[in-house]
């Protein structure tokens, strides 16, 4: 059973532009949740979505964003980028909610 | 909010060294999960725990699971340099959903 794949392992972005991350979660799970990773916070959530909706969302600006599609598959997408986005953009997946939650390898964004 | 303190926040021990970390919450858990996170990639799922006094082997690690709900314990035995990483405990948010809350995690570094 592959894994959750996280796509692109690298992003260099600069202040103001957009980016948009992609998660493809174990095959069958239906929740993805997104999480950031810097060393000053450690790892703070972000949101997560079960069958195409958004059921929580962390304490982030509205410049954070994400959806999922029909296959489970999610996106997230950052507005306006700022210097402190800077981190490491984590996806996991499970397959109810208050089970384990399974991660990608991440998406290493750094912005200049 | 939830708070997860971890400590050791960091151990140099020699290979063959027994380990032990813990880590106390603010409040009630009914899940723990403990992580380990190797630089540059996603956590990986070691132990879930889910009933209180609960106590959880896999291979060399074993975890715990306290009578209070507010606390967790992992063993590691006889460390291997590739014990080397980051662990971190979990639990879910208060919100009943998929979200995590981490602990601050526990450095460990193993001399061969």
């Known amino acids: 059973k592959a894994g959750v794949t996280q796509t692109p392992r690298y992003l260099i972005k600069t202040r103001g532009q957009q980016v948009t991350l992609s998660c493809s979660p174990i095959s069958g799970h239906r929740s993805v949740s997104w999480y950031q990773q810097t060393p000053g916070q450690g790892l703070q959530f972000l949101f997560e979505?079960?069958?195409?909706?958004?059921?929580n969302k962390g304490n982030f600006p509205g410049r954070f964003s994400g959806r999922q599609f029909s296959n489970s598959r999610s996106e997230m997408n950052v507005s306006t980028l700022e210097l402190g986005d800077s981190a490491l953009y984590l996806c996991?997946?499970?397959?109810?909610?208050?089970?384990?939650?399974?991660f990608g390898q991440g998406t290493r964004l750094t912005v200049v | 909010g939830q708070q997860l303190n971890q400590s050791p926040q960091s151990m140099f021990i020699q290979e063959g060294e027994d380990v032990s970390m813990n880590c106390t919450s603010s409040?009630?858990?009914?899940?723990w999960l403990w992580y380990k996170q190797d630089p540059g990639e996603g956590p990986v799922l070691l132990i879930a725990?889910?009933?209180?006094?609960e106590l959880t082997s896999n291979g060399r690690l074993t975890a715990q699971f306290g009578i209070t709900r507010k606390d967790s314990f992992l063993n590691i035995s006889a460390s291997i340099p590739s014990d080397v990483g980051i662990y971190f405990c979990?639990?879910?948010?208060?919100?009943?959903?998929?979200?995590?809350?981490f602990g601050t995690g526990t450095r460990l570094l193993v001399s061969p």
């Open positions: 725990l889910y009933k209180a006094g």
């Open positions: 409040s009630i858990f009914n899940t």
């Open positions: 979990a639990g879910p948010g208060s919100t009943g959903f998929q979200k995590l809350v």
């Open positions: 996991a997946s499970s397959s109810t909610a208050n089970t384990e939650a399974f």
């Open positions: 979505y079960f069958s195409e909706t958004q059921r």
